[in-house]
């Protein structure tokens, strides 16, 4: 049974533009969850999508979106870019949402560097 | 706002010593406690807890939950090299409606030395 799948693994991008990040799930997984991992911050949760809706929502700012698709892909994006964007980005996928969630398991993440 | 806090930030052992992760939470509507291991890049499941006193065991890695003084432990016994990661705990609680969410903790760094 195939891993979550994040792509692209490492990508550079300068301040101002923007990115998107692919998220492929366990094949029957529907939620797909989203996180920033940074050094000084550890790990903090973006957003939830099930089913082709966002379900929940961590505090960071509207330049941070996300979608999901009938198939279950996510993605996330991030528009204009700023150096403290820069970071490895999770993602994380479940069989079912929100306190019922259970065990996450996690692709092996996006490392964006802004410059 | 959710906090959770694990401690010791580091730590640094000799294989066959046995160790002790704690984690500390302030989470609204509490709902469950999990810890995760990671090594390079992706964290993987250890374990999921959701009532007090109820140990959960696999292998050398035992886990408990205090509902009451909002806290969790991790142990490992005989630890081994490959024990050496980042340990993650993270709690999910629901802040209002369906607003379900994981925090996570910043994490205890365990070096194990041959």
């Known amino acids: 049974k195939a891993g979550v799948t994040q792509t692209p693994r490492y990508l550079i991008k300068t301040r101002g533009q923007q990115v998107t990040l692919s998220c492929s799930p366990i094949s029957g997984h529907r939620s797909v969850s989203w996180y920033q991992q940074t050094p000084g911050q550890g790990l903090q949760f973006l957003f939830e999508y099930f089913s082709e809706t966002q379900r929940n929502k961590g505090n960071f700012p509207g330049r941070f979106s996300g979608r999901q698709f009938s198939n279950s892909r996510s993605e996330m994006n991030v528009s204009t870019l700023e150096l403290g964007d820069s970071a490895l980005y999770l993602c994380?996928?479940?069989?079912?949402?929100?306190?019922?969630?259970?065990?996450?398991?996690f692709g092996e993440g996006s490392r964006l560097t802004v410059l | 706002e959710d906090k959770v806090v694990q401690s010791p930030l580091s730590l640094v052992v000799h294989e066959g010593d046995t160790v002790t992760l704690n984690c500390s939470y302030e989470?609204?509507?509490?709902?469950?406690l999990l810890w995760y291991k990671q090594e390079k890049k992706a964290p993987t499941f250890l374990f999921m807890l959701t009532s007090s006193g109820i140990e959960k065991k696999s292998g050398r890695l035992s886990s408990i939950l205090d509902k009451k003084e909002l806290f969790s432990i991790l142990n490992i016994t005989a630890t081994q090299t490959g024990d050496s990661a980042v340990y993650l705990c993270a709690v999910g609680g629901s802040s209002g409606g369906s607003n379900y969410k994981l925090t996570f903790g910043k994490g205890t760094l365990l070096t194990v030395n041959p």
């Open positions: 994380a996928s479940s069989l079912r949402s929100g306190a019922n969630t259970g065990e996450l398991f």
């Open positions: 989470v609204t509507n509490f709902r469950s």
